[in-house]
């Protein structure tokens, strides 16, 4: 149990193969858990479908950034060429969009790639050294090579201690440890 002033972050089961992860995430959803999260070495196939994982908002941030982008170097050239400085060279019309495209192409994706950049850091809360999950021992040891690890936050509405302990244990988890914040 918890020692006098340790916060418990959540519930930490430990399953042998990446099947039964899934198995066991899928049921645990199904049994009405939402702040469930899986740890594994390498990527599961069907674990994202079993964790009822939201999408990501991020390509809408990469599609707005890529507009403005395309908005800026469009519209900094129109206003360059047709207000600012309006030279009449050779009877050619001020302006001239098709000479405008090879800058407009390549601020749009220089906008989206930023976008794409900086909306990654703010959506995975990136850089984060640090999670409760590394204060499990066997989660250091194992969590990078060979484990395969699902957690259920005590935030969640349905979190009980004891009951959540018993359904982890239920789903054939080689190991239940708790959490420290």
């Known amino acids: 149990m918890n020692a006098p002033g340790n916060e418990l972050y959540g519930l930490l089961a430990k399953f042998s193969t990446p099947e039964a992860l899934v198995e066991a995430a899928r049921r645990t959803t199904r049994a009405g858990y939402r702040r469930v999260d899986a740890y594994t070495p390498f990527p599961v196939e069907g674990l994202y479908q079993a964790l009822r994982l ?11 950034g890529g507009i403005a982008g395309a908005l800026t170097g469009f519209l900094m050239q129109t ?10 060279i050779g009877g050619r019309p001020l ?17 989206a790639a930023g976008a794409g950049i900086l909306g990654l850091f ?3 809360r990136f ?5 409760p999950v590394f204060n499990v ?12 690890y699902l957690s259920v936050e005590a935030k969640d ?3 009980d201690l004891v009951e959540t302990r018993k359904f982890l244990e239920d789903l054939d988890a080689v190991m239940v440890a708790e959490i420290e914040a």
């Open 137 to 148: 021992e066997d989660f250091q040891e194992h969590g990078s090579q060979d484990g395969f």
């Open 95 to 111: 302006f001239s969009w098709p000479a405008y495209i090879p800058i407009t192409f390549e601020l749009t994706i220089l906008f």
């Open 79 to 88: 206003f360059a060429n047709v207000v600012d400085l309006p030279l009449n």
């Open 122 to 124: 703010y959506f995975t």
């Open 54 to 64: 939201r999408s990501s908002p991020l390509p809408f941030v990469i599609l707005a």
């Open 127 to 131: 850089p984060e050294p640090y999670h």
């Open 157 to 159: 509405p349905r979190f």
